[in-house]
């Protein structure tokens, strides 16, 4: 039982919209498409329901070839960005118009409309319209709607992104709970690293028309096969710098320099090491962490954490630390990072050497 | 790649070609028939080539008749585009009045052609009609049946009074979909009200107009019923425009043949017309969404 | 530049407005100072919108008055104002260019031309848009548009005060890194009074000195994000500010003792009065920990990996329960219990936080 991609790809007038992709998604599955507007998410889910057809590469639906086929034939659901119901229809009949189409007998709808909308918490809205009801609700409606059917395959494309921000943490937190229970294949596109983080299941990292990886959340999130699905996988921005291996010896310049000894098991010569905001601090954390001299231009207070944005030399990086820090633009301050949390990547932006802490993890 | 092609789709087209077939292409082919041969009734056609074609071609009375035209449609765009443009910026945005100015703006575009004719050939009477007498009681010599300058005026401000809705429902419905942020911006960039108009009104009608005018160019360049009602043509040829005349020349002259050969050519100048304005319409839009 | 004061404001929809309820904006009292930058944050309905229209000019307020200094503005309109905006959506000119884009409002206003060339350089250089000046903006991406929207309202020096409508809406989550530290850097730079509406706490905390957060047309607290995060006033605060929110408990204050629906007590460590109402303490997720002993028992129902920490769902005394567990940090063994760090509970009546006596604080 899988959704099959056999080096898919997708030209419109000779510009590239996807590059050659295979993916195979199992039944049962959250997969996250991860990445920045136009990096091919919605073209890829377009593909994935049969609304466009590939310009190479074969798609099977449980083994079968289904390229070609029309997307009336097969069972997909899809929820867009914006909340897309019928408006003159209350949203009992917004819900049963799916099985109505099929034409299910009508004790079947009724009890099948009734279960959908007391998983989604829609029953005491059942009359009501549409547009009486809140952003939430609404896009709660289409989700119902793009349930009950049963469809083999749900598309979400970025289903939250216009719910205020409340509301969208409550309903990421529904979402897996919705989906374990219905047991499709789940397709959420998002640009938002940490919706992804929260919905769990697998993520396909995208970036100019190519998945970078695919793998389980986390481990994508926490071992990038590249930078660029680091960069893609990291908010704030994962922050680089140029250093060099040399024996037992990486340099990062003006001074700083980290033993190799039992990590970073690569060859002598120049990388890109990169690491996380959150893995910045204004203190010595441990024995062994790197001190780094930078300028802040700016602080953000969170609450509970300040981001710093500071420069170290040409480099631009955002440190999340704890407390209220309030540090004034160009002042010289300390920044240390324990080698455990850095990534070191070849010329070509490839993982040369993951981080020793992902792997412990 | 695999793509499963569905021929039993063209059916559901059928009936509308086979609609089309027998209300325009048929026709058209008959149209055809005449230009390029010589008939006396019967059924008895000789071949005649090009000779309608290129007395057409050298034909004063078209020349003239096309000349008119030509100035007719001119005047009629200058006038209706800038009207229906003003009209559209000044009508109501919402509430009441919005709804009551859209019905009274609809209602000349729901009168019959002919129905229009009749009224303005009433309505400019000098014994019967309000205008008409109302004119000659303020002592202007106004007869649109004797003075080609006043039957000029008097189909130029029916068409007028027909057609300006049109342009100013287009727009008005472009207006409709700039979004109120635009306007609170311009505000706050203190612009001058031409400047709102220049570069946020103007820009967000662009599309609808290029169809108003498209649209009245057509129609102002194939206009018969109208002014056929009202003036007949005349006083003289001074009202008949390519469709009077094309008309005069078929049904009146039961010259066929030259008829004809005249129409195909009327034809083609309107799709030639319709298409450098569909092509510059286009082009304009990807030359500045691809700057 | 000037000081923002809302004297006794309020506003309703309806004409005669009858009861409170009627109300979008319910009566207050602010004065927002010079050169501040402030967000309004709330969600959708909370009446932010009103009161930044309020303040645009948009809309005159059915009571009170809006000063811009000593000037009292609230029936003027906006042009008279002397304020910028930036809109949710970019608005720009698209027939201009870039450049006429951003001098337009200086045009307006006929200021010499050498002026606006030096002005409008410096913006272009701000926001990182000097290599497109001559383009035209039709076409370009809505992150580009959005910047020119931003540049065109800082471009005035002279203005009272800069209105920020939810300008990120359309932004890529990296480029909102970049946007907001150019919009603190402008902030510091030229010293213009600031306002921000947005539904993000994210965007209002990291923007703002002073965070003004609305629920249900009222202002509910004024403060900074550590005040907003640390000593929510309302359980509305509580819950909007952080995620996951603030964790709220239904328990019966007694002294310095909470008892819990589940008749656990919790030690408050500090003694309050009599409270009546509905009473709930409130406890933050990064304030609560798990342990193998002390503390209250709880049962875990979800574990949400989300890579700089894990998010713990639990139940405790018959009410959902968040707890952020730092990376790098283990499940304890067997049964979970969770203890809440010293100091950082709330009390709440009735939703509104209340003060323990500060005699007994120390103690």
């Known amino acids: 039982m899988t959704l099959e991609l056999q080096a898919v790809s997708r030209l419109v007038e000779g510009r590239v919209h996807i590059q050659p992709t295979s993916l195979t998604l199992q039944n049962g599955t959250m997969n996250v498409l991860l990445g920045p507007t136009l990096s091919g998410k919605t073209s890829l889910m377009r593909l994935m329901a049969g609304l466009d057809q590939p310009t190479t590469g ?88 793009a349930l009950v059917k049963g469809a083999g395959l749900v598309l979400l494309d970025e289903p939250l992104a216009n719910l205020d921000y409340k509301l969208r943490e409550e309903l990421r937190v529904e979402i897996p709970r919705i989906f374990e229970a219905s047991g499709a294949i789940f397709v959420y596109a998002t640009t938002e690293p940490e919706e992804a983080l929260l919905l769990g299941g697998n993520t396909a990292t995208m970036w100019e028309g190519r998945v970078t990886q695919f793998g389980p959340t986390p481990r994508v999130y926490r071992d990038p096969v590249d930078a660029t699905t680091a960069r893609v996988f990291s908010d704030p921005p994962m922050n680089f710098t140029r250093c060099a291996k040399q024996g037992q010896i990486l340099r990062f310049g003006e001074g700083v320099s980290a033993s190799t000894q039992g990590s970073f098991a690569v ?26 001299h930078c300028s802040v231009i700016a602080t953000e207070i969170t609450g509970a954490q300040s981001f710093l944005h500071v420069s170290h030399g040409t480099d631009r990086w955002v440190g999340l630390v704890e407390g209220v820090q309030v540090l004034e633009p160009d002042q010289e301050i300390s920044l240390w990072l324990d080698p455990r949390h850095i990534y070191l990547f070849d010329g070509e932006g490839r993982l040369a050497a993951p981080a020793a802490y992902a792997q412990a993890a | 790649m695999q793509k499963i092609q569905n021929n039993k789709a063209w059916l559901l087209v059928l009936p509308v070609l086979v609609l089309v077939a027998f209300s325009a292409v048929v026709p058209l082919m008959t149209v055809v028939n005449y230009a390029f041969n010589d008939t006396f009734g019967n059924n008895q056609f000789f071949w005649a080539g090009l000779e309608w074609f290129d007395e057409m071609v050298h034909s004063d009375r078209l020349h003239g008749a096309l000349g008119r035209q030509v100035l007719f449609s001119a005047i009629i765009l200058a006038i209706e585009v800038p009207l229906g443009i003003f009209v559209a910026l000044n009508m109501p945005k919402q509430s009441f009045w919005a709804s009551f100015c859209l019905v009274v703006m609809a209602l000349p ?61 287009l727009c008005y419905a472009g207006l409709q979909s700039i979004p109120q942020a635009y306007y609170q911006a311009a505000k706050i960039d203190q612009a001058s009200r031409w400047a709102v108009f220049r570069y946020i009104e103007l820009p967000k009608m662009k599309g609808v107009l290029l169809i108003a005018i498209l649209l009245r160019f057509m129609d102002s360049f194939m206009i018969y019923t109208e002014p056929f009602v009202v003036t007949g043509g005349g006083p003289g040829n001074a009202t008949t425009f390519l469709s009077i005349d094309l008309v005069k020349m078929a049904v009146g002259q039961f010259d066929l043949g030259p008829a004809a050969a005249f129409s195909l050519m009327y034809f083609l100048v309107i799709m030639l017309v319709s298409w450098v304005f569909y092509t510059v319409m286009t082009n304009l839009d990807k030359a500045e969404a691809g700057q | 530049m000037a000081q923002i004061t809302l004297e006794n404001l309020a506003h309703s929809y309806s004409a005669n407005p009858k009861s409170e309820a009627d109300y979008a904006l319910k009566e207050m009292n602010h004065v927002w100072q010079d050169g501040g ?74 200021m010499d031309a050498a002026y606006i060339k ?36 800082m471009v005035r020096e002279d203005v009272n005060a800069i209105l920020f409508d939810e300008p990120l809406t359309v932004i890529d989550p990296n480029m909102k890194w970049e946007l907001r530290t150019q919009l603190k850097q402008l902030h510091r730079q030229f010293g213009h009074t600031m ?120 139940e405790l005394s018959g009410a959902v329960f968040n707890i952020i567990l730092p990376e790098g940090e283990g499940l304890p063994a067997d049964t979970p219990r969770v203890s809440f760090l010293p100091g950082k509970i709330g009390a709440y009546a009735d939703d509104w936080r209340v003060a323990p006596h500060a005699m007994e604080r120390a103690a």
């Open chain 1, 58 to 145: 074969r798609i099977l639906w449980h083994g079968k070839d289904v390229t070609g086929q029309r997307v009336q034939d097969r069972g997909v659901a899809m929820v867009y960005q914006q909340f897309i119901n019928y408006p003159g229809l209350t949203v009992y009949e917004n819900i049963a118009s799916p099985l109505r189409i099929l034409g299910r007998p009508k004790a079947e709808i009724d009890r099948k409309v009734r279960e959908t909308a007391e998983m989604l918490r829609l029953t005491p809205m059942l009359v009501r319209k549409p547009l009486e009801l809140s952003g939430g609700q609404q896009q709660r409606c289409a989700l119902a709607r």
């Open chain 1, 267 to 292: 060859a002598d010569g120049e990388y890109m090491a990169g690491f996380r905001a959150n893995h910045l601090s204004l203190h010595r954390g441990s024995a062994d962490a790197l001190e780094f």
């Open chain 2, 109 to 169: 575009l729901l009168i019959p052609f002919n129905v229009v004719g009749t009224i303005w050939q009433i309505f400019g009477r000098t014994d019967i009609g309000l205008l008409g007498h109302s004119l000659a009681a303020l002592g202007v010599d106004y007869n649109y049946t004797n003075d080609p300058i006043d039957a000029w005026a008097t189909v130029i401000v029916m068409d007028v009074w027909h057609w300006t809705s049109l342009v100013a429902l």
């Open chain 3, 195 to 314: 306002i921000y509406v947005t539904h993000d706490q994210t965007e209002a905390l990291t923007f703002a000195d002073k965070v003004v957060v609305m629920y249900d047309g009222r202002v509910v607290q004024m403060g900074t994000p550590e005040e907003l995060f640390e000593t929510p006033a309302h359980t509305f605060v509580g819950y909007f500010i952080g995620s996951p929110g603030m964790n709220f408990l239904d328990a019966r204050i007694d002294g310095s003792k909470a008892v819990l629906t589940n008749g656990e007590t919790v030690d408050l460590g500090a003694r309050y009065g009599d409270l009546s109402g509905r009473t709930q303490i409130g406890v933050r997720p990064e304030h609560a920990v798990l342990t193998d002993q002390g503390g209250l028992p709880l049962s875990i129902r979800r574990i949400e990996d989300v890579g700089r920490h894990r998010i713990v769902r639990a």
């Open chain 3, 37 to 110: 930058a402030y967000a309004l944050l709330g969600s959708s309905g909370c009446g932010k919108t009103t009161l930044l229209n309020i303040i645009s000019g948009l809309l005159r307020p059915s009571q009170g008055r809006i000063l811009f200094g000593a000037q009292d503005v609230t029936e003027a309109p906006t042009t008279q104002r002397n304020i910028a905006q930036v809109f949710q959506f970019p608005v720009v000119y698209d027939t201009m260019t870039v450049r006429d884009n951003l001098a337009f409002p200086l045009r307006n206003r006929g």
């Open chain 3, 118 to 153: 030096s002005r409008v350089d410096q913006i272009a250089a701000m926001i990182g848009m000097e290599a497109m000046l001559a383009r035209k903006a039709q076409g370009l991406t809505a992150d580009a548009k959005q910047k020119i929207s931003l540049g065109r309202g």
